[in-house]
C-alpha cells in the first residue's frame, strides 16, 4: 500500500462527527485483504487480537494492549468479500463507527478506512490511529508484520491536528 503523511485522510464534519476517510492502493488482491479484515489470526497481526464475525449483527471483540482497551460491538453493515462496519467504542462509550473496505483497483485493490469521531474527541489521534494500523496491515500482507509505529502515529497526528481544529 501506499502510505505518505502527506497524504492526509479527507476530514470532514458530518452531524455530530468529525468524518475521516483514509484511502490507501495496494498490489495485494482484495481477497487477501478481505482475509485481514475478517480472520482473527490476520486480524491480530495489524489491528488487535480478537475477531469480527463476518455478518450483519455478528459481535465484534478486540482486545488492546493485553486488555487494558478492549473493543466490544456488534457488525452494523456488511457486504462479503468488500465492506464491514462496526463501532469502534467500549461499554456505555459514544458510538465511533469505523467502516472497513476493499475493492478491486487495477491488479490491486482499494482500501477505504472511514472512521467517525464524535465531536468534542480528538479526530486526529483518531484518523492517525488508523494511518499507524494500514501500515500494519501493509506489513502483515507482504507476510513481515510490524509493532505499531508510534513514529508514524505521532507525526500523522500532528500533521491532521491543524486539519481537525479547522473544522
Same mark, same amino acid.
Do not use: N
Given at each position: 500500500?501506499?502510505?505518505?503523511?502527506?497524504?492526509?485522510?479527507?476530514?470532514?464534519?458530518?452531524? /455530530?462527527?468529525?468524518?475521516?476517510?483514509?484511502?490507501?492502493?495496494?498490489?495485494?488482491?482484495?481477497?487477501?485483504?478481505?482475509?485481514?479484515?475478517?480472520?482473527?489470526?490476520?486480524?491480530?497481526?495489524?489491528?488487535?487480537?480478537?475477531?469480527?464475525?463476518?455478518?450483519?449483527? /455478528?459481535? #465484534?471483540?478486540?482486545?488492546?494492549?493485553?486488555?487494558?482497551? #478492549?473493543?466490544?460491538?456488534?457488525?452494523?453493515?456488511?457486504?462479503?468479500?468488500?465492506?464491514?462496519?462496526?463501532?469502534?467504542?467500549?461499554?456505555?462509550?459514544?458510538?465511533?463507527?469505523?467502516?472497513?473496505?476493499?475493492?478491486?483497483?487495477?491488479?490491486?485493490?482499494?482500501?477505504?478506512?472511514?472512521?467517525?469521531?464524535?465531536?468534542?474527541?480528538?479526530?486526529?489521534?483518531?484518523?492517525?490511529?488508523?494511518?499507524?494500523?494500514?501500515?500494519?496491515?501493509?506489513?502483515?500482507?507482504? /507476510?513481515?508484520?510490524?509493532?505499531?509505529?508510534?513514529?508514524?502515529?505521532?507525526?500523522?497526528?500532528?500533521?491532521?491536528?491543524? #486539519?481537525?481544529? /479547522?473544522?
Amino acid at each position: 500500500m501506499e502510505t505518505c503523511t502527506q497524504d492526509l485522510a479527507a476530514l470532514s464534519r458530518v452531524g /455530530g462527527y468529525v468524518e475521516g476517510r483514509l484511502v490507501r492502493r495496494s498490489w495485494s488482491r482484495p481477497a487477501a485483504i478481505w482475509r485481514a479484515f475478517t480472520d482473527s489470526e490476520l486480524l491480530a497481526l495489524w489491528l488487535a487480537p480478537g475477531g469480527i464475525e463476518p455478518w450483519a449483527g /455478528g459481535r #465484534v471483540r478486540l482486545d488492546f494492549e493485553g486488555g487494558a482497551t #478492549v473493543i466490544e460491538s456488534r457488525v452494523s453493515a456488511f457486504e462479503d468479500g468488500r465492506l464491514v462496519e462496526f463501532s469502534w467504542s467500549q461499554g456505555d462509550e459514544p458510538l465511533r463507527p469505523v467502516r472497513l473496505c476493499v475493492e478491486p483497483s487495477g491488479v490491486g485493490a482499494r482500501v477505504t478506512v472511514t472512521v467517525l469521531t464524535p465531536d468534542g474527541e480528538d479526530a486526529a489521534r483518531a484518523c492517525a490511529g488508523w494511518e499507524a494500523h494500514l501500515d500494519m496491515l501493509e506489513a502483515a500482507l507482504d /507476510g513481515a508484520p510490524i509493532a505499531f509505529p508510534f513514529e508514524r502515529f505521532k507525526a500523522a497526528r500532528e500533521a491532521y491536528k491543524p #486539519v481537525a481544529a /479547522g473544522l
